[in-house]
């Protein structure tokens, strides 16, 4: 079966720590990756994604991901986290075909401290 | 564009009565999605449309749900008779259908059954 699994679920770091947090999925064919973040009492925003080519991707505030095919992870990082990184992360993959279908993880909570 | 939109913001209802969600997707988008988010279950897929079809409804929790999409720009998520265990946060989502493309989230409708 398709899934998505996210093994941190919460984390705390102090401001200018480096973050990596995890993401896996089960699938063995073509697969395009997204990372989103949820802020508190919003909604849903694209953090970045990959669909091809270069497996390091950059996305907005400093984020990158990088997709490792033999390992079926695509996990985000950022070198220096702020206090307004507080929110929550989520991987998610298409595992495209005839189906389109998007499925999320189970979402990292990061609280990062001043 | 105004981006997806959802109504109400917030519902709150008594326990069997019938709930409606709505959702307007982007324009030009032509696979919808609705997603329930709980603290238990993270962000679960409930259903999604591929240009107004169902292409997969297996996340529907069960016979209680039911969601529609009459045409391009509109999309339903009716919950008779509503428990106190949907209370939740459902989220629509919509993309332009292919595979290697972003989904936008709406801001989502808190719904508490009481």
């Known amino acids: 079966a398709q899934s998505v699994s996210q093994h941190n679920h919460h984390v705390i770091l102090s401001e200018a720590a480096s973050l990596e947090l995890g993401c896996n999925y089960s699938?063995?064919?073509?697969?395009?990756l997204f990372w989103y973040v949820q802020y508190p009492g919003q909604h849903l925003q694209l953090l970045l994604k990959y669909f091809s080519g270069d497996p390091l991707v950059k996305g907005i505030k400093g984020f990158e991901a990088e997709f490792i095919k033999s390992k079926f992870s695509f996990n985000l990082r950022k070198p220096s986290v702020q206090w307004s990184d507080t929110a929550e992360y989520f991987c998610?993959?298409?595992?495209?075909?005839?189906?389109?279908?998007?499925?999320f993880g189970t979402g990292t909570l990061l609280a990062v401290q001043p | 564009d105004a981006g997806v939109i959802q109504s109400p913001r917030h519902e709150v209802t008594e326990m069997g009565q019938e709930v409606t969600l709505r959702c307007k997707p982007i324009s030009g988008h032509n696979s919808l999605f609705w997603y329930r988010q709980t603290m238990m279950r993270g962000l679960e897929l409930l259903i999604y449309?591929?240009?107004?079809?169902?292409?997969?409804d297996s996340g529907m929790p069960e016979d209680r749900f039911s969601a529609k999409m009459p045409n391009a720009s509109f999309s339903t998520l009716k919950i008779q008779p509503s428990e106190p265990r949907d209370s939740a946060v459902y989220f629509c989502?919509?993309?332009?259908?292919?595979?290697?493309?972003?989904?936008?989230f709406g801001q989502g409708t808190r719904l508490t059954v009481v």
């Open positions: 989502a919509s993309s332009q259908g292919l595979p290697n493309t972003e989904a936008f």
């Open positions: 449309f591929n240009n107004n079809v169902p292409i997969d």
């Open positions: 998610a993959v298409n595992f495209g075909g005839a189906t389109n279908k998007l499925i």
């Open positions: 699938y063995g064919g073509t697969v395009n």
